[in-house]
T-cell receptor, first 115, second 112 residues
Framework: DGGITQSPKYLFRKEGQNVTLSCEQN?????MYWYRQDPGQGLRLIYY???????QKGDIAEGYSVSREKKESFPLTVTSAQKNPTAFYLC??????????????FGDGTRLSIL | GQQLNQSPQSMFIQEGEDVSMNCTSS?????WLWYKQDPGEGPVLLIA?????ELTSNGRLTAQFGITRKDSFLNISASIPSDVGIYFC????????????FGSGTQLTVLP
């Protein structure tokens, strides 16, 4: 089955710790994205990557870091500098194809909580 | 960042009724997308719109790309219990490197 796999589903972090959220896609999509979702709000873009070994900050990148060493993988690290990390994190991917922007498809998310 | 105003914020309807929700912006978008999200899951794409005036259906769902390119609406006809969830609009501007701006969502509850 083609799709986007996020792991783990639930993650708990102690204050002061860094944690890494995994996102893998087997759709052969060029672009990948990380969003944060808080209750009652829309999705906010953290980081995105259009191609391997390249990524750009989104609207709320502070306290987060990413890497894109492989086309299928785009892990997100929530660092201790992120003061309010409790949220639902969503990974997405899309294909680059001509001038029409292709829709983004989402994984099932990781819920991060602070102990 | 850009803002998308999505309304209504929540809706309670009887099974079998039709539903309408919309998104508006002060900016022009080249693409409008509608997603549905169930609790604890990621959003699932319902309809994608690429041209001003475009009207597209997906089963009981119909969405339109506004002529001004600043708005879009989603209609659901003859609602059923599994329509329950949060519906999000998302817009993409030209030259935005495929970034999406999301509305804040419409929480739909279908009463039996």
């Amino acid at each position: 089955d083609g799709g986007i796999t996020q792991s783990p589903k639930y993650l708990f972090r102690k204050e002061g710790q860094n944690v890494t959220l995994s996102c893998e896609q087997n759709l052969n999509h060029d672009a990948m994205y990380w969003y944060r979702q808080d209750p009652g709000q829309g999705l906010r873009l953290i980081y995105y990557s259009q191609i391997v070994n390249d990524f750009q900050k989104g609207d709320i990148a502070e306290g987060y870091s990413v890497s894109r060493e492989k086309k299928e993988s785009f892990p997100l690290t929530v660092t201790s500098a992120q003061k309010n990390p409790t949220a639902f994190y969503l990974c997405a991917s899309s294909q680059s194809r001509g001038i029409n922007n292709q829709p983004q498809h989402f994984g099932d998310g990781t819920r991060l909580s602070i102990l | 960042g850009q803002q998308l105003n999505q309304s209504p914020q929540s809706m309670f309807i009887q099974e079998g009724e039709d539903v309408s929700m919309n998104c508006t912006s002060s900016s022009i978008f080249n693409t409008w997308l509608w997603y549905k999200q169930d609790p604890g899951e990621g959003p699932v794409l319902l309809i994608a719109l690429y041209k001003a005036g475009e009207l597209t259906s997906n089963g009981r769902l119909t969405a339109q790309f506004g002529i001004t390119r600043k708005d879009s609406f989603l209609n659901i006809s003859a609602s059923i219990p599994s329509d329950v969830g949060i519906y999000f609009c998302a817009g993409q501007m030209a030259g935005s490197a495929r970034q999406l701006t999301f509305g804040s969502g419409t929480q739909l509850t279908v009463l039996p």
